[in-house]
């Protein structure tokens, strides 16, 4: 691919050596910053999702803000929270103005960015997680760019539109009308050749023979369809992490698996080794 | 220029919508993906494509639109090379070797079987026969994804091979490797669908121990205390709905058995039921329900009815399709080493005084629904089809008070 031939406005994104990409999410990525919209992200647990949005943020020079996700996360807590209870207790004993309302609003992770003097990165970590119609709650918002803070009747506008990186793992659908607005990209298991790769980034004096057979012994478990939860990417790097620390020998893997429940999670699935 | 590709899309079953077919045409018109095929096969499907199991339908309607626009003149004379050097035989190889057909779709598989072997390879022999005769046609070869009975596997396999050696892969090639073929669900009521139309599901009532605040009261209160706050409490809300959900499977109902499973899966991840049952059966229920699909492990009828009560709702799927003695003769049930003592309809008039509101979602379609067990079952409960609206209407029909 000719680099001089793209717009200048397109590649802002370049992986960072600490983080390996294919092609296509390369692609994927500044599609999504230069057409302005949310990149949704799905993938296997430990395939770099949330790593993905801190290599972006790094590499536009970018300011992350980080929201994550949890059950009880209401889309609101991202945009603002109005903290009564503080004013309660001000008003009862004393100590700030209480009139003035506008000190009592805490902005989220979501109008933190939009306020951001220069663009930033929003991360919007397993959306999955919440409620089903939260992200349908969010799509307004998202669209326009800003939101009125309803006690203060205060416009919060995005001064620069924010790089958006929503992160799902599927465990509940999500609806139609907030996936059409996203970009959209599945990561798919790494094949061999780049996880020889992404572990040589992370683990760059390994020794080439122990790399080796560590692949094999990772991918025999991952094919292996008696195996439940296959073990992911991460977890292969902190095995061979483990294992470079504790000195162990392509001999002895050869042999036997030395902490495999860094690899395997559940309890069937250690029975079996 | 690109109109035909958005409704050739939408015509393979992938649902794009009119904005985001909009918003590539805004990326072609930035300059994003001009590069390539490959770069425009990437960036159309992260604009166009939201979910994995989608990318299949993608990848084979792409290596179908553009099958001739992509073809190398010096990738066909190798292609031909290679083609009387040997791989003839190859090809015929991999016709006997039957462990490559999973990697053909469903619809490629039946009419391989249609075909049968010998006229396969008869037909097979043919055309290659043709493309002897006839070296400029061959352009089709390589990149026919799908419209020969050889499909994906059988040219285009050794096409690939061909292609391979002269270097970079083309999105042709990707495309037609379908990696994302494990992914694909043929959706008509997805869980989330469903999960929706079972939240409706709901009576609100106040009870139980553990209070919360109840922080608008505690202002007003404050507010009219003169600023000394007193809290208020007041208990949660919490549903009260108690499903009992049963199932007909296996036989005529197996062509459903994904459907069911989704309403199943459904109504076991909405958390928001006060009780929620589920059994299943055959046909029809009689002595016994059954806690798993393969009917071996059960409960008794009457027992699991004596705890239910008029409070309880209930959900039957079936298609009511079934032999008039399995519902009015004693002895009548499908299974012949099972004897009932007690007629179906019997068992099923028991259900309705035990639940008043139960619903038959029935997966056929409604013109189907002529037969005399579907009509006399018809009768009993209110039948709904198992459709979008048919869920949504029959929650509605079980939300009314008792």
């Known amino acids: 691919m000719n680099m001089s031939q793209m717009p200048s406005s397109f590649e802002q994104f ?27 992200v799905r993938g296997e647990p430990g395939t770099g999702k949330t790593q993905l949005a801190h290599t972006v943020a790094e590499a536009l020079g970018a300011e992350l803000f980080h929201w994550h996700i949890k059950s009880t996360t209401k889309a609101q807590e991202g945009l603002y929270v109005y903290d009564t209870v503080q004013r309660l207790n001000d008003s009862r004993f004393g100590g700030a103005d209480v009139g003035d309302i506008a000190q009592y609003i805490k902005l989220g992770a979501v109008g933190k960015s939009f306020t951001s003097p220069a663009r930033s990165v929003l991360l919007i970590d397993e959306i999955d997680k919440a409620d089903m119609e939260f992200p349908n709650d969010l799509l307004h918002e998202l669209d326009r760019m800003s939101f009125e803070v309803a006690e203060t009747q205060e416009l919060i506008q995005a001064r620069h539109r924010p790089v958006v990186i929503i992160t799902s793992n599927a465990e509940k659908e999500l609806p139609d009308a907030f996936l059409r607005r996203c970009i959209f990209h599945y990561i798919d298991f790494p094949a061999p050749e780049m996880m020889a790769q992404i572990v040589a980034v992370h683990h760059p004096d390994i020794d080439k023979q122990l790399a080796r057979m560590c692949m094999q012994r990772f991918y025999a478990l991952r094919n292996n369809p008696a195996v439940r939860k296959k073990p992911s990417t991460s977890e292969l790097v902190d095995w061979i992490g483990a294992l470079v620390a504790a000195g162990i020998s392509a001999q002895t893997l050869s042999r036997e698996i030395p902490f495999l429940g860094v690899l395997l999670k559940r309890e069937e699935d250690l029975g079996q080794y | 220029m690109f109109i035909s590709f958005f409704y050739y899309l939408r015509a393979r079953g992938l649902p794009v919508s009119t904005t985001e077919f909009l918003t590539l045409l805004d990326a072609l018109q930035a300059g994003l993906a001009r590069e390539s095929l490959g770069h425009f096969y990437r960036v159309g499907r992260s604009i166009l494509v939201k979910r994995p199991e989608h990318y299949d339908i993608w990848d084979q309607a792409f290596a179908e639109y553009f099958k001739d626009a992509e073809v190398d003149p010096a990738l066909l004379e190798s292609f031909e090379d290679a083609f009387f050097g040997g791989l003839h035989d190859e090809l015929l190889k991999w016709l006997q070797d039957p462990k490559h057909a999973p990697q053909l779709s469903p619809e490629e598989l039946a009419r391989l079987k249609n075909l049968g072997l010998d006229a396969l390879r008869e037909e097979f022999e043919k055309r290659l026969r043709e493309q002897d005769a006839r070296h400029d046609g061959g352009s089709h070869w390589i990149g026919t994804g799908g419209t020969s009975p050889f499909g994906h596997g059988g040219a285009p396999s050794p096409g690939v091979r061909v292609g391979g050696a002269g270097g970079n892969r083309s999105a042709l090639q990707v495309a037609s490797e379908r990696r994302f073929q494990n992914l694909r669900k043929d959706l008509t009521l997805d869980v989330r669908d469903i999960g929706m139309a079972l939240r409706r599901l709901r009576q609100l009532t106040r009870d139980g121990a553990q209070p919360i605040l109840d922080l608008d009261q505690t202002i007003d209160k404050t507010a009219q205390n003169a600023g000394d706050i007193e809290l208020v409490f007041r208990p949660p809300r919490e549903n009260n709905v108690k499903l009992l959900l049963l199932c007909d499977v296996g036989g005529s109902m197996d062509p459903y058995s994904r459907l069911t499973s989704r309403l199943f899966s459904a109504a076991h991840q909405a958390s928001h039921f006060k009780s929620f049952k589920s059994y299943y059966f055959h046909n029809c229920f009689y002595e016994t329900l059954y806690n798993d699909m393969e009917r071996r492990d059960g409960e008794s009828t009457e027992q699991v009815f004596r705890n239910l009560d008029a409070s309880w709702r209930c959900i039957v799927v079936g298609d009511a399709a079934m032999a008039p003695s399995e519902l009015t003769q004693r002895g009548g049930s499908v299974d012949y080493w099972h004897f009932n003592e007690r007629p179906g309809l019997e068992y099923l008039k028991l259900l309705r005084e035990t639940i008043p509101r139960t619903v038959w979602l029935n997966p056929d379609q409604p013109q189907w629904w002529g037969s005399w067990t579907t009509q006399a079952i018809g009768e009993l409960f209110a039948m709904h089809p198992f ?6 209407d029959a929650v509605d029909a079980l939300r009314r008070r008792a």
């Open chain 2, 387 to 392: 459709t979008m609206q048919g869920l949504e």
């Open chain 1, 14 to 40: 370049h992986p960072t050596a600490s983080y390996i990409t294919s092609p296509e999410l390369r692609d994927v990525v500044n599609v999504a910053v230069a057409l302005k919209k949310p990149l949704l």
